[in-house]
Nanobody
Framework: QVQLVESGGGLVQAGDSLRLSCAAS????????MGWFRQAPGKEREFVAA????????YYADSVKGRFTISRDNAKNTVYLQMNSLKPEDTAVYYC???????????????????WGQGTQVTVSS
């Protein structure tokens, strides 16, 4: 059974940093792209960042570009999201996702990812 488990969320103040982790089990995703999404109360789930299977390519939503960094450790089957200079508008549940299809492009659509974690809450106070 494939599982993605996020951790590292919490309550922080504006300007602080957090590092989210997503550990995969049940299968290896070393050949697959991974992504992070978030969902704020009353809003749709939105793309945050994606990373290619090797880590050589990354893509970010404009709202987090320059503040967030996605990375991965294939030996640990784990993906990370380093979040710096956090803002209150970053408050959301953050989800890790895996694309089950090996492809050259990075995907940004919710429906384009096959496996999802349960989410971890990030709350940024002003």
């Amino acid at each position: 059974q494939v599982q993605l488990v996020e951790s590292g969320g919490g309550l922080v103040q504006a300007g602080d940093s957090l590092r989210l982790s997503c550990a995969a089990s049940g299968r290896t995703f070393t050949g697959n792209a991974m992504g992070w999404f978030r969902q704020a109360p009353g809003k749709e789930r939105e793309f945050v960042a994606a990373i290619s299977w090797s880590g050589a390519r990354t893509y970010y939503a404009d709202s987090v570009k320059g503040r967030f960094t996605i990375s991965r450790d294939n030996a640990k089957n784990t993906v990370y999201l380093q979040m710096n200079s956090l803002k209150p508008e970053d408050t959301a549940v953050y989800y890790c996702a895996a694309d089950a299809t090996r492809r050259p492009s990075l995907r940004v659509g919710v429906n384009e990812y096959d496996y999802w974690g349960q989410g971890t809450q990030v709350t940024v106070s002003s």
